[in-house]
């Protein structure tokens, strides 16, 4: 299901890159969580959460709840794309959850998100092996009155844009259902 692609001339393309959004509580997670593991490679989840308070650390529980052994943890809250490119090769499939928590961590640290967005996809361009990343569509409510919020929810939507163009599929979901939208 997410093996490479061989193209007309016999050669092998990138392996398959899936961008899966969807809101809070969508069921995305789960989803790509599924995803991943029908691929039958060695399943890495590149988690981007930190429990900065008790709701978030119990969300990360739940997250943690639902993988069994045979899932390799690695945390990347604000180095994703170098923890990107170390997991990526032909026998894993590299789950990344989430991007908009990654944004906000680099944006709460005041990094250059720009920067950092142009060094994931240089790590993205590089992978060796399939590649779900998960992602909050956060920009279709109304316009956030704050500028930090209203830079979050622009830096997101350029960052999904960029990755969908280039991915091989991209996924919404919404009520636990998911709809290929590519």
Avoid at 50 to 77: N, S, T
Wanted: contains cysteine; aromatic residues 2%.
């Amino acid at each position: 299901m997410l093996s490479p692609r061989v193209v007309a001339t016999g050669t092998i393309s990138a392996p398959p890159l899936v961008l899966v959004l969807g809101g809070q509580r969508s069921g995305k997670s789960g989803w790509a969580e599924a995803r991943v593991l029908a691929a039958g490679l060695v399943p890495i989840y590149l988690a981007t959460a930190e429990a900065g308070d008790a709701e978030m650390a119990a969300r990360i529980r739940d997250h943690q709840q639902r993988r069994d052994v045979r899932w390799r943890l690695v945390e990347a809250p604000l180095d994703l794309p170098t923890a990107l490119r170390e997991a990526s090769d032909a026998n894993t499939t590299v789950l990344v959850d989430c991007l908009t928590l990654w944004l906000a961590n680099l944006l709460g640290q005041e990094h250059n998100v720009e920067r950092a967005t142009a060094a994931l996809t240089d790590a993205i361009a590089d992978r060796r092996g399939p590649i779900v990343l998960v992602s909050n569509e956060v920009g279709s409510g109304v316009v956030p009155m704050g500028a930090l919020s209203r830079a979050f929810v622009d830096a997101a939507g350029r960052l999904h844009q960029l990755l969908a163009s280039e991915a091989s599929e991209v996924v919404l979901v919404t009520a636990g259902i998911a709809q290929r939208l590519k």
